[in-house]
C-alpha cells in the first residue's frame, strides 16, 4: 500500500549496511537487453484485470471494478520537467493499443527482445497509483528494458483489505497466462518481478501455478523475483517455496521486522506473523535471499522502503543484475 511518509534520503552507512545482507556477490553482470528505459521510450506495459474507463481509455484510465479477460494496453507517458522551483514528475499522457481479445499475447510481443521489469502492486492502489510506482522503481534502479504493470482490481481503500486478497487471488491466471505467453516467446530476454505487500501473494501462488503447468521450462525465462514486504503467511510462504523447489533461490526477500503495515496484517491473521514481517534467519533458512530493512525505516508505517529509500531500491537492481 502506498506510504503517507515522505520519500527519505540515507547516509552512505545504509548503503554499506544494506549491501551485507545479500551475501557476498560484489562482482555483477549488467543486463544483456538492448537498451531501453524510459527515458528513450517513455511507454509504461500494462496487463491489467481492471476494467478500463472509457474505450478508449480516459483519466483514470482503470477503475476497480473486475474484468473478465485480461487486457493489455500502452501507457504513454510524460516525463518530468524540469523548473526554477525543482523537478516535476512522471505523468500518463494516454493509454491506447488496448487489446481484450489477445492481451497475453500483445504484451508478450510489445516487450519482444528485451529484458522485461514487471511489477506487481499490493493492498489499497489505484491504476494511477501503481503506474506511478512502477514508473518511480524503473526510474529509481535505472532499468535498461522495457517495464510493465500486471494491475490487479483493487479497491483503493483503507477497508477493502479482505476484497482486495480476494481480487488479488481471482487474477492469478491471467497473470499466469500472461507469464507463459512471454515465457514462450522467442529471442525475449529475462522477465524480472518486483512484487509488494498483497501483490507477493499473488505473485508467490502464479509461480506456484506456472512451474506445476509448464515445469523448469516456464521458469527458466524468470530472472530475479524481489518480494517487497510480503503480506503472506509465514507458513503459507514456506509451503509455497516448497512447491518451487530449485527455483525459490530465484526469491530475494525485502523485510522489515518494524513494519507497521504487516503488524496489522498479522493481528488481523490471527497473530501469525508475515514473511515480510519475520526475522532475517527464519526467511534465509526457507532457502531465499534476505535483504533486513529494518534498521532503514526511518517514519511509521515502514511499508514501501523499495520505493521510498534509494539504498533499498539498490537491493532490487543488484537483484537483476545478478539474476
Not at 13 to 37: E, H, R, Y
Not at 38 to 48: G, N
Not at 283 to 308: K, Q, T, Y
Request: glycine content about 8%; charged content about 20%.
Amino acid at each position: 500500500m502506498p506510504s503517507p511518509i515522505p520519500r527519505l534520503a540515507l547516509a552512505c552507512l545504509a548503503g554499506l549496511a544494506l549491501s551485507g545482507c545479500l551475501g557476498d556477490d560484489s562482482v555483477l553482470t549488467s543486463p544483456t537487453s538492448p537498451q531501453a528505459g524510459l527515458s528513450r521510450d517513455p511507454k509504461l506495459l500494462v496487463a491489467t484485470t481492471r476494467l478500463p474507463v472509457g474505450d478508449p481509455p480516459a483519466k483514470p484510465w482503470f477503475s476497480s471494478e473486475r474484468s473478465a479477460d485480461l487486457i493489455f494496453a500502452e501507457a504513454r507517458l510524460t516525463p518530468p520537467s524540469s523548473s526554477l522551483m525543482g523537478r516535476g514528475s512522471w505523468s500518463i499522457a494516454k493509454v491506447d493499443a488496448v487489446d481484450k481479445s489477445n492481451a497475453a499475447q500483445a504484451f508478450a510481443q510489445a516487450a519482444f527482445g528485451h529484458n522485461l521489469l514487471l511489477y506487481i502492486h499490493g493492498y489499497k492502489e489505484s491504476f494511477e497509483t501503481a503506474a506511478t510506482s512502477t514508473i518511480d522503481l524503473s526510474e529509481g534502479i535505472k532499468f535498461a528494458g522495457v517495464t510493465g504493470l500486471f494491475t490487479w482490481p483493487s479497491a483503493a481503500s483503507t477497508f477493502s483489505y479482505v476484497a482486495d486478497r480476494e481480487s488479488a487471488m481471482w487474477s492469478r491466471d491471467a497473470l499466469e497466462d500472461l507469464l507463459a505467453a512471454i515465457a514462450k516467446t522467442p529471442s525475449g530476454g529475462r522477465i524480472h518481478i518486483v512484487a509488494h505487500s498483497m501483490g507477493t501473494l499473488l505473485t508467490l501462488e502464479t509461480l506456484r501455478m506456472l512451474r506445476a503447468s509448464g515445469g523448469e521450462n516456464a521458469m527458466e525465462r524468470i530472472g530475479a523475483v524481489v518480494m517487497a514486504a510480503p503480506d503472506i503467511d509465514i507458513d503459507l510462504f514456506a509451503r509455497g517455496l516448497e512447491k518451487l523447489g530449485p527455483d525459490a533461490k530465484k526469491i530475494t526477500v525485502i523485510s522489515s521486522t518494524n513494519d507497521r503495515a504487516l503488524a496489522v496484517s498479522s493481528r488481523l491473521a490471527g497473530g501469525i506473523v508475515r514473511a515480510g514481517a519475520a526475522d532475517r534467519d527464519r526467511l534465509e533458512a526457507l532457502g531465499v535471499r534476505v535483504a533486513d530493512a529494518s534498521e532503514f525505516g526511518g517514519g511509521i508505517i515502514n511499508h514501501d522502503l523499495f520505493l521510498s529509500n534509494p539504498e533499498v531500491q539498490q537491493v532490487v537492481k543488484r537483484a537483476i543484475e545478478r539474476s
